[in-house]
């Protein structure tokens, strides 16, 4: 490769990992990736990019060019068709979400019916809370019994004709009064999904404002129902995270173990992967077979939930799936659903890696399909190790590369436990965050979150923001791909604080043993962050909303349709909210005008744009100082950095 080429790939990503083996697959000419198509594609298509293109029925396709076809052959206009566009997004974002929030439901249902023997209820107290927040009797002491109620309570929660969706109630009074004057208040989760694509049927529903309003309330259903309910049942039953070390990027595959992956959202299967893995009898198989252990690693946000739990080794985020395999050190690659790419088949027929699909809900052409179901979840991860252990010996040293770079991090934490640490073991209270925003040690806090996308220098603006606010005394918390950014980083270990944090955010995180970027898990785990800013209402001093806390929402290099909901639940919950990219919508102006200004007058939230990460930190910074001015709080108390 030449040096101009590398000096290409640099712009790819800021992961010296990644590049590390990037540059080699480049100079194998069988060798794809997500940035080699991505650069075949261009320029792609513009219609698309606008989102004035509109092929939701059969007089179509149509695409808005001004002055010529103004609208489509229906009369639809270009705001119709990109809000009509936008909103179909968040019903797939939310329907992915809640579905994942669905099933977990369905194995908390069958553990305690004694159906599911490889599952039961590990955390008691977060029943107890959901059964509370669910207006359940939890006096008969009976585990199960309780555990079933709340599962009922919670499935129904997806099919409500009547009334809304209960943990929305979580949120602060003056946003529960707002969405309910506002008619936002979401109602069933699946009936929020089909009303949005009934809605965006030819010829419905064709004011662009009530377009956009109705994926407001699509999206709430997501992020204040599936979601919620999503998190809140998997900590039920696989256990609430608690602070724990664990290790990040490629380098954690190891040369002399059986390396074994897994990637995808749902943590049902690979929970009970861990512990298959941890089998002796599979483990007495591996050395057989001349390897010294097997090693369970993840990627994207089933790694995050087995990170969040276990400690378990997180081998990279969305961009680097094909990476890892093209490592040449993976002997299987476990996919359920959501951000896996269909190329995964292609780049493993190239290596010796074993690629197994595991959802009823998705197969991949030409790769091996080994169902999961609940009832046999055990024997079946048990089935998918020995295969990895049996294919290590396949391994071909002449195609291994095994960069080193790995980062130690710290995981885990929750809207709880955070401010355990905040407020001392005993003493579990946000006062200590409220009232360090109040006096000005920190300047406040923001969430960045999201994928990965070739259109954007791989983990860069993830990084490179976190670092801008963290200088500025911004407290960030994580999910997600962004998470798994910061951590190759080196931006979750307590000692960063110390050269990278402003002196407020570096004093508490001296004080408290935290780092200044808080894990705090995968894309569902965004629930936390909701809860997490309902908590510090609650605690007093910050205001009466959500939308009057000195906080913003980012996702820097956003890709998927989720994101997108997840988008719209923030902003629907209050919060500024910016992204590298606009949404696929700018070939409305008054669409736009909408998402980053009219929005606000309606839920006290809205979006903004900027693909630069130091500019966009800084927009978020200055959305801060405004809300701290607007509550009366002094200024910072150490001086902003540029
Ligand atoms: Fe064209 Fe209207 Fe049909 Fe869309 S709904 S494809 S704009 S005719
Ligand atoms: S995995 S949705 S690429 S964050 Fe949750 Fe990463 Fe985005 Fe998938």
């Not at 069933?188 to 004011?207: A, K, L, N, P, S």
């Not at 049942?233 to 664990?246: R, S």
């Not at 963290?470 to 000692?495: F, H, Q, R, W, Y």
């Amino acid at each position: 490769m030449s040096d101009n080429e590398k000096e290409e790939n640099i712009k790819k990503s800021a992961d010296p990992a990644s590049l590390e083996v990037l540059d080699l697959a480049e100079e194998d000419e069988d060798l794809q990736s997500a940035w080699s198509r991505y650069d075949d594609m261009q320029p792609q298509c513009q219609f698309g990019e606008d989102g004035v293109c509109c092929r939701i029925c059969n007089m179509g396709p149509c695409r808005i060019i001004p002055g010529k076809s103004d609208t489509g052959v229906c009369g639809a206009t270009a705001d119709t068709i990109a809000a009509r566009n936008l909103v179909r997004m968040i019903a797939a974002g939310a329907a992915a979400h809640s579905d994942h929030g669905r099933d977990v439901v369905h194995t908390l249902t069958e553990a305690i019916e004694g159906e599911d023997p490889d599952y039961e209820v590990k955390d008691y107290d977060k029943l107890k809370k959901l059964a509370r927040d669910f207006g359940v009797n939890e006096g008969n002491g009976k585990k199960d019994r309780l555990a079933k109620e709340v599962a009922d309570e919670s499935l129904a929660e997806f099919g409500r004709q009547e009334g809304d969706i209960t943990l929305t109630e979580r949120a602060p009074d003056e946003r529960y009064k707002l969405w309910k004057e506002e008619g936002l208040l979401p109602r069933g989760i699946d009936r929020e999904v089909v009303e949005t694509m009934h809605r965006t049927h030819m010829g419905v529903d064709t004011d662009y404002r009530h377009v956009l309003k109705q994926g407001l309330r699509c999206a709430l259903s997501d992020g204040w129902g599936g979601t919620m309910i999503a998190t809140d049942v998997q900590d039920v039953l696989f256990g609430t995270p608690e602070p724990l070390q664990a290790r990040v990027n490629l380098g954690v595959l190891e040369e002399d173990a059986v390396n074994l992956i897994v990637h995808g959202h749902e943590p049902a299967l690979s929970e009970v992967f861990v512990e298959a893995a941890r089998d002796p009898e599979l483990l007495e198989f591996a050395r057989e077979k001349g390897a010294e252990s097997i090693n369970v690693a993840g990627i994207c946000c089933t790694a995050n939930e087995i990170l969040m739990r276990h400690g378990i080794p997180v081998a990279g985020n969305f961009l680097q799936q094909e990476l890892a395999i093209m490592t040449g050190m993976v002997e299987l690659m476990m996919v359920d659903v959501q951000c896996i790419m269909p190329a995964l088949s292609d780049t493993a027929k190239n290596f010796h890696t074993d690629l197994i699909s595991t959802s009823p809900k998705a197969k991949f052409p030409g790769v091996e399909h080994k169902e999961f179901s609940e009832k046999n979840a055990l024997e079946t991860a048990k089935e998918i190790v020995k295969k990895g252990i049996d294919n290590f010996d396949n391994r071909n040293p002449e195609k291994q590369t095994l960069p080193d770079q790995k980062e130690d991090l710290i995981g885990g934490f929750t809207s709880e436990s955070v401010f355990d640490f905040l407020g001392g073991t005993y003493r579990s209270t946000y006062r200590p965050l409220n009232d360090a925003i109040i006096d000005g040690r920190l300047l406040g806090a923001a969430g960045v979150v999201g994928c990965n996308n070739p259109d954007t220098c791989h983990d860069y603006n993830h990084t490179e923001m976190a670092k801008e606010l963290i200088k500025n005394d911004v407290l960030v918390v994580s999910t997600g791909c962004s998470a798994i950014a910061d951590g190759k980083a080196g931006l979750m270990k307590p000692e960063v604080a110390f050269d990278l944090a402003g002196e407020g955010l570096e004093e508490i995180c001296r004080a408290v043993g935290i780092p200044p970027v808080l894990h705090l898990g995968s894309c569902v785990d965004n629930s936390r962050i909701l809860t997490l800013l309902s908590n510090m209402v609650a605690e007093g001093g910050l205001g009466d909303d959500i939308s009057d806390l000195p906080v913003a929402g980012a996702a820097p290099e956003w890709m998927s349709e989720k994101a997108v909901s997840i988008g719209f639940y923030f902003v629907a919950s209050g919060v500024y909210t910016l992204l590298n990219k606009p949404f696929p919508v700018t070939g409305s102006e008054k669409v736009m005008d909408y998402l980053t200004d009219d929005i606000e007058d309606l839920v006290g939230g809205k979006f903004a744009f900027e693909e630069d990460p130091k500019k966009a930190a800084h927009m978020m910074i200055d959305h801060i100082e405004t809300k701290r001015e607007e509550l009366g709080l002094k200024s910072a108390m150490y001086a902003k950095t540029s």
